[in-house]
């Protein structure tokens, strides 16, 4: 009993995992390596600080944009935007602003400049 019951709830969990989150990445060391090159210090607890004030934060009034969708330049465009928008804090935008980077359209050419 106690089998199928854990069972169901590694079913249930995996589902609700994936819907709020397939195209939207899962940050890992190797995007903290790329990263730290043009920002220094970057810990992997930032870009998934950053994941997660993005889904929380970002989706309220629009699908949750690819990251990979934009560019760096829109990015930096698009966010201080979206900041009076989604009335969060600076440090909010600046961590959504880091996660965001790391997987923008031209995030090859940033990690390797
Ligand atoms: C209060 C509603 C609202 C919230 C919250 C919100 N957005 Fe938006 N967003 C919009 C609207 C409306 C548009 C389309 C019109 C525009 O570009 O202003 C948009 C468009 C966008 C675009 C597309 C811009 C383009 O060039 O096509 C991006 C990217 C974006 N939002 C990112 C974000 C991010 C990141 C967050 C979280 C910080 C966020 N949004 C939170 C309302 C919102």
């Known amino acids: 009993m106690k089998k199928v019951f854990l069972a169901f709830l590694f079913v ?3 589902a609700y995992i994936s819907a ?3 195209t ?11 990263m730290s090159k043009n920002f ?3 810990k992997l607890s930032d870009l998934l600080r950053g994941r997660e004030l993005y889904v929380r934060k970002c989706s309220g009034c629009h699908t949750l944009k690819n990251p990979s969708d934009f560019t760096s330049a ?8 979206m900041k009076t928008k ?3 804090k ?4 600046q961590a959504i602003l880091l996660y ?4 923008a359209k031209d995030s090859n050419q940033i990690s390797s400049r």
């Open 74 to 81: 829109q990015w930096e465009q698009d966010i201080p935007d």
């Open 20 to 22: 709020c989150g397939t």
């Open 40 to 42: 220094p210090n970057t």
């Open 100 to 103: 965001v980077l790391a997987y």
């Open 24 to 34: 939207i990445p899962i940050p890992q060391e190797k995007d903290v390596v790329a």
């Open 12 to 14: 249930a969990i995996s």
């Open 90 to 93: 600076d440090d909010e935008a």
């Open 86 to 88: 989604a009335k969060i």
